[in-house]
């Protein structure tokens, strides 16, 4: 039996570890807090994940597990440089599910992983993937992308089921900057219904959305086509339309009138897009990014929601 490594015990991580288990693997799932993991161990539920029990094959561990077969790295991308650093060198591939990009470096996910472990296979795995939904086995689809395709066959092999459909695909940068700018875009997304623009704002801002999404893509290696595939459009509409999302969740709490810190301090859980928006836009340069660049004033207190959506409707008009 093959064996996997889960590094992160939120809700994604611990979906991911049911999803490996239930794919035949014996899993270890990490988590930082020794105190959270006792108490996931003994109760076999993790209170982010309510409602879906741990399958005996998921063994909860606090100290860095070393050997197997792969290691899914499911922490928060500005925390993945601490986490890396300290987990024990593996022979397996590292597998990245977690989407963003590093403050400060304005590095991707595998960009770290590459500083860092210099010749390690890895991969990415993004997707339209609520960790509710897979967890319980309801039919989801994802991408494994990595440039070489025996990385890429291995990990589908290993965590694949007939319900948990993964594609390959060969352009890790343009499904990683995908996984990136669409949470951004969703908390632009639960601002426009926060504020009662109407549903119609919001396609038009997904749709254009989406257009930056390419843009930003294509200027830093990645494919059209990977942005218009699971973890590009198929992210994006579900990020930007699902309740379950915490960056949608998010603008709509601040399109209503919440102020950022109140919303962030009664959350436990990381709303990636926050630290993403700022880095996005600087990672874009000269990279024409008029929602990402208005999300990360929104956030920085630079602007209001009534100025940044008529800065964005004041846009010269063109052609699409």
Known sequence: MSSVVVIGA?????????QAARAGNDVTLWARDPARAHAIAASRENPRLPGRRLPDAVQVVDALPGAADAVLLVVPVQHMRSVLERLPTPDAPLVVCSKGVEAGTLRLPLEIVASLRPGTPAAVLSGPNFANEVA?????????AAVDAAVRDGITRLIATPAFRL???DDPVGAQIGGAAKNVMAIAAGAVIGAGLG??????????????LSRLAVALGGRPQTVAGLSGLGDLLLTCTGQASRNYSLGLALGRGERLADVLAARSAVTEGVATAPALVALAAKVDM????TVADLLADRTTLSEAMATLLARPRRDE
Not at 136 to 144: I, K, M, S
Request: with cysteine.
């Open 136 to 144: 319980a086995g309801l039919p989801a689809a994802a991408v494994v």
């Open 10 to 18: 939120g809700a994604w991580g611990t979906a991911l570890a049911i």
């Open 199 to 212: 549903e119609n704002a919001r396609a038009a801002l997904i749709t254009r959305g989406l257009a930056e």
């Open 290 to 293: 008029p929602i990402c660049s």
């Open 167 to 169: 594609y390959g695909n």
